[in-house]
């Protein structure tokens, strides 16, 4: 089998080239180059995860090359995010660069002329009906079937993760007796393209600032000042610079650049039962058909999190569901994804963007 795989100089990929080594393939190894290295502000980690790369590559006598997708990742990811901020949304640039670039400009670059693409995703590919489906990872808190979410039949049937039907830590105890480079590596943290950067230093370089009022949803009262509403998110807690918390977002006003705050741990104005999605994704199939009319059982994340809520899903138009939640929901965020996934989780079904 003609394998690729995608390293990134973390150790889970490096496992995943081991464990192909162990098994008799010879794999090519691909870093895909996305960091911007022509900008100051970036403190990236490209030149150490190259560093790992190659080490990788050199310790199994595999050949590596660098695609460099830059243009196409901040053309289309980093615009994607940008323009989600700052029309008051929150984005997830990890689904859209899965989606557009590790799964799609590779492929179409490079993947087109291998049997399969392999990464260190933690996640499964179930073969039934004759179909290749999205499945769930066996560790719980590791699963990024969420971030997997938007690719397509088409790329699923052509990946592999070596990975899936592993712990963490099993794989971190694979990495120690192969002795590789990355055993010992921390695992990368934050959005794929920021490298190091503080998260409002990038959105700071693109919006700015301004200020604006924070201001108590209940009773109006302007508790203090923000530089931006795009700095700050649904449901967050932290970096509001407010006393007498805990104080979470609620709500933001694009217009007019308020910031509204609700406080204390209970408050019924940080949760909610339902949403709404729209441009619904399926990555295999429609396994609900017209049941969907009348409702069907599901699990669902609404952001990256090891556990499933429970809910019922019902169609109430071409590509838009609607979502009634079993359990309380913290912090729905319009321009989220909401991933959904049949009865038991096993099955990743697909996405919509949440709407309010």
Known sequence: MNIAVLLSGGVDSSVVVHLLCEQGHRPSLFYIKIGRDDVDYMDCSMEEDMEMATAIARK?????????????????????????????????????????????????????????????????????????????????????????????????????????????????????????????????????????????????????????????LETGRKLGRHRGFWFH??????????????????????????????????????YGHEFQMHDFHFITDDPWGTAADDGVEVTFKIRHTPEFAHGRLQRVGQGCYHLVSAEKLQGIAPGQFGVVYDADASLCIGSGEIVV
Not at 151 to 156: E, T
Not at 170 to 175: K, P, Q
Not at 244 to 270: A, M
């Open 233 to 270: 998110t649904i449901g967050q807690r932290k970096g509001l610079g407010l006393s007498g918390g805990p104080w979470f977002v609620v709500r933001k006003d694009v217009e007019e650049n308020v910031v509204y705050v609700s406080h204390g741990y209970d408050t019924e104005l940080q």
């Open 60 to 216: 199994y006598g595999l050949p590596l090359e660098v695609v460099d997708l830059q243009r196409e990742y901040w053309d289309g990811v980093a615009a994607y995010a940008i323009d989600k901020i700052r029309r008051g949304l929150t984005p997830n640039p990890d689904v859209m660069c899965n989606k557009l670039i590790k799964f799609g400009c590779f492929e179409q670059r490079v993947g087109k002329d291998f049997d399969v693409t392999a990464t260190g995703h933690y996640a499964t590919i179930r073969h039934i009906g004759g179909k290749a489906w999205l499945g769930t990872a066996v560790d719980p808190v590791k699963d990024q079937t969420d971030f997997l979410a938007q690719i397509d039949y088409l790329q699923v049937s052509k990946l592999m993760f070596p990975l899936g039907n592993l712990m963490k830590h099993e794989v971190r105890d694979i990495a120690r007796r192969a002795a590789l480079p990355t055993a010992r590596r921390r695992d990368s943290q934050g959005i794929c393209f920021l490298g190091k950067i503080d998260y409002n230093d990038f959105v700071r370089r693109f919006l700015g600032e301004r200020e604006g009022d924070i201001v108590e």
